[in-house]
C-alpha cells in the first residue's frame, strides 16, 4: 500500500489519511502501480511540485502548478510516489527533505527521477448506459472486496460471499447452534468452504 484516503477513491492528497478517523469515515487503500523512470531538464528555479509524505516514508507529489517545467513533463502525475532522486533513493526522506533536494539541483541541467504511480482500479468502470460486452469481457467487478489489514503479514483483498453463499453460511450457523449451541460465522464459512 502508497498511502490511504479519507472518504475519496481518487488519488486527492489533500483527503491522505491522517489522525483523524470518524465512524462514519470511509479509508480507500492506493496501491503501487507502474514503475516510471523519467528525465528531467530543470531550466527553472523551481520545478512546481508541492511535496508531501505519509509519515510512513513516502514521499508523494501533491501538486503541479500549471505552465511549471514538471507540468511539462506529462508522466509526472499527482499522486506518484518519488522513490529515487538521481539514482538516490529517498525512501523514508520527509517530504521537506524532498523538495530541498529538489529545489538544490543546478539549473539548465538534466537529473532522472524514479517514481512509482498509485494504481487505477477505477479506470477500468464504464458507465452502465454503455452496456456490459458479451462473453463477459467487462471487467467490473461485484465490488464487494473487503481490505484485510494485519498486524503481522501482508495486507490482502477479500471476495465477499455471494447472496447463495450467505445462505448456505447461515443455514451452517443453524446448524451448528442447534446441535452444539454455538453461533459462529467465520467457523460457518471455513466448514461452507
Known sequence: ILFCTLNTHKI???????????????IFAHVKGI????????SEDALGLTITDNGAGYAFIKRIR??????EVKVICVGDHIECVNGHNIVGTRHYEVARMLKDLPR?????????????????????????????E????TGRS???????????????????????????DDL?????GIRDTELGKKIFY
Open 12 to 26: 486527492d492528497m489533500e483527503k491522505l489519511l491522517g489522525g483523524q478517523i470518524g465512524l462514519e469515515d470511509f
Open 176 to 180: 451448528l447452534e442447534s446441535y452444539m
Open 108 to 136: 539548465d541541467k538534466s537529473f532522472t527521477l524514479k517514481l512509482v504511480e498509485p494504481m487505477k482500479a477505477f479506470e477500468m468502470l464504464e458507465p452502465r448506459s454503455k452496456g456490459g460486452k458479451p462473453g463477459n
Open 66 to 71: 500549471e505552465g511549471s517545467v514538471a507540468d
Open 146 to 172: 473487503t481490505l484485510r489489514l494485519r498486524s503481522k503479514g501482508p495486507a490482502t483483498v477479500e471476495e465477499e460471499p455471494t447472496e447463495f453463499d450467505e445462505k448456505a453460511i447461515k443455514k451452517v
Open 35 to 42: 514503475k516510471k523512470e523519467v528525465e528531467v531538464h530543470k
Open 138 to 141: 467487462n471487467k467490473v467487478g
